[in-house]
C-alpha cells in the first residue's frame, strides 16, 4: 500500500541565514526547470508503478519552496497529480519565506490546490532579522500575511525562533509573541535556536563573538510561548506546535504517529513498511549530485536502514511523548509515570473511561495514556531516554 503523505523538499535559498546547518543550495537564481525536470524524473522512476496512489498530504519543504514562484509550484503539483490522486480534502502545504509572496504568487498557489502556509517569519523585530540575515523585515512579513490571506489562503503557520544569544539586544520575545497573537493566525511553530558549529553563528561563538543562551533562559522563552499563545485560544499539541482546534498540522501528525511517508528531492527522508519491517530512506542530500542521478536514470538513493526493534522502542516513546496524542502506557510502568505526573511533567488519562463516560465515542478500550506538560516538554530528551531504556530492559 502506497504511504498517504508525500515530501517534497525545495533546497534553494536566496543565502544562508546565520544560524542555518541545513543541506541547502545557495542560488540567486532558481534553475525552476531543472529542478522541476528532476523532481518528474524521480515520480516516474519510483513511483510511475503505483496504481490508485491517493494523497491525504503533500508538504513542500526546504530550502525555501517558495523560490520556486507561483507557476513552479503549480508544476510541480501537476507532476504529482499526474501519478497520484489528492484528495479533495487534502492538506497541501507550502513553507515560504515573506519575501517570495505576492498577489500573483499567492493566487496561484491556491489555484494549484495549495491549502496551508507555512511563513519564515522568525521575528518582528528588523535588527534581528538582518542579524539573522534574513532577507525580509517585519512589515514584509506582515505584508504577506494579508496577501496570503486576500489570496483565500487563511490557514498560515508563523515561524518564530526563540532563545536568541544575549548579545541580540533590540529583540523583546514577549513583544514578538504579542504581535504574533495580534495577527491571530490559526498556528504557530517555535524553534529553539541551537548553535551547530559549522555555521556562521557557530563561528562567531567559537571566537566569543555570542554567548549561546542559557538553559534558563531557554525555559522562559518557551514557557512564555506556552502561556501567552493557550492563552489566545491556540492549543499546544506538540512540543513546538499551537493551534487551532482542527488546524493542527495533518502532515507533521503524521510524522508523529509513525505513519509511513514518501519523500522526493535532495535529502527527503522516508518510511515504509516492507512486511513486518519498517525501512527508512533518504536521498542524496546535494542538490547537483540528486539531479545528476536522475538525469542519467538512477534512483537517487543516499542510504537506507531497517529500524531495529530498539530503534522502534525508542520512535514510539519519542514520537508518543512529544504530542498531545499521548503515549501508551505498560503496566509495570504506572509507577514511574504517576512520579512523573506528581513532577508536574505530564498527566494520565484513562481514554477508555473518558471516552465510555462522555459518549461521544465509542470505548476502544485504549487504557491509560500518558501526555507531557509543558514542562514536561522541557525535559523531554530526558523522560524519553529514561522511558526507552526501561522499556528496553
Ligand atoms: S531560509 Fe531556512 S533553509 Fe534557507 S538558509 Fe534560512 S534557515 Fe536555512
Known amino acids: ?46 513511483f510511475a508503478a503505483s496504481t490508485d496512489w491517493a494523497l491525504d498530504t503533500l508538504y513542500f519543504g526546504g530550502g525555501t519552496p517558495s523560490r520556486l514562484g507561483g507557476e513552479g509550484i503549480a508544476r510541480a503539483i501537476g507532476s ?7 484528495a479533495s480534502d487534502a492538506e497541501v502545504t507550502i513553507e515560504a519565506n515573506p519575501e517570495d509572496v505576492t498577489p500573483a504568487a499567492a493566487r496561484a498557489w491556491r489555484d494549484a490546490g495549495v491549502n496551508r502556509v507555512s511563513l519564515g517569519v522568525q521575528s518582528f523585530d528588523d535588527e534581528t532579522l538582518r542579524w539573522m540575515h534574513r532577507v525580509h523585515d517585519a512589515a514584509r512579513a506582515e505584508r504577506a500575511l494579508g496577501e496570503l490571506r486576500a489570496a483565500g489562503i487563511d490557514n498560515v503557520s508563523i515561524d518564530l525562533i526563540f532563545a536568541l544569544p544575549d548579545e541580540v539586544t533590540t529583540r523583546s520575545w514577549e513583544r514578538d509573541l ?49 502561556e501567552m499563545m493557550t492563552a489566545a485560544g491556540l492549543e499546544h ?11 493542527h498540522s495533518r502532515h507533521n501528525s503524521a ?22 519491517r519498517m525501512v527508512r530512506r533518504w ?22 536502514e531497517v529500524l531495529t526493534g530498539e530503534n522502534r522502542i525508542a520512535e514510539a516513546v519519542y514520537l508518543g511523548l512529544r504530542s498531545t496524542a499521548g503515549l501508551s502506557v505498560r503496566g509495570e510502568e504506572r509507577d514511574r509515570l504517576a512520579a512523573w505526573v506528581a513532577a508536574g511533567w505530564g498527566t494520565l ?22 501526555r507531557a506538560t509543558a514542562l514536561g516538554w522541557l525535559r523531554l530528551d530526558a523522560l524519553a531516554a529514561d522511558l526507552t531504556a526501561f522499556r528496553s530492559r
Not at 256 to 276: F, N
Open 1 to 46: 500500500m502506497q504511504p498517504r503523505h508525500l515530501y517534497v523538499h525545495v533546497p534553494f535559498c536566496a543565502r544562508r541565514c546565520t544560524y542555518c546547518d541545513f543541506a541547502i543550495a545557495v542560488r540567486r537564481v532558481v534553475p525552476v526547470d531543472d529542478y522541476l525536470a528532476a523532481l518528474d524524473a524521480e515520480l516516474r522512476l519510483r
Open 80 to 86: 504529482i497529480r499526474r501519478i497520484a490522486t489528492l
Open 178 to 226: 504579542e504581535r504574533a497573537v495580534a495577527l491571530a493566525p490559526p498556528h504557530v511553530s517555535l524553534y529553539g535556536l541551537t548553535v551547530e558549529p559549522h555555521t556562521p553563528l557557530g563561528k562567531s561563538l567559537a571566537v566569543g563573538g555570542v554567548t549561546e543562551a542559557g538553559e534558563e533562559r531557554y525555559e522562559r522563552d518557551f514557557l512564555l510561548a506556552h
Open 237 to 247: 499539541y506538540e512540543v513546538s506546535n499551537f493551534g487551532r482546534a482542527g488546524l
Open 255 to 276: 510524522y508523529w504517529r509513525s505513519v509511513p511517508y514518501a519523500g522526493l528531492g535532495p535529502g527527503a527522508h522516508e518510511l515504509r513498511v516492507d512486511g513486518e
Open 283 to 304: 536521498n542524496d542530500d546535494v542538490y547537483v549530485r540528486w539531479a545528476e542521478a536522475l538525469s542519467e536514470g538512477r534512483d537517487p538513493i543516499g542510504g537506507d
Open 349 to 370: 488519562h484513562d481514554d477508555a473511561l473518558d471516552d465510555a463516560l462522555d459518549g461521544s465515542r465509542e470505548s476502544a478500550a485504549t487504557g491509560l495514556i500518558f
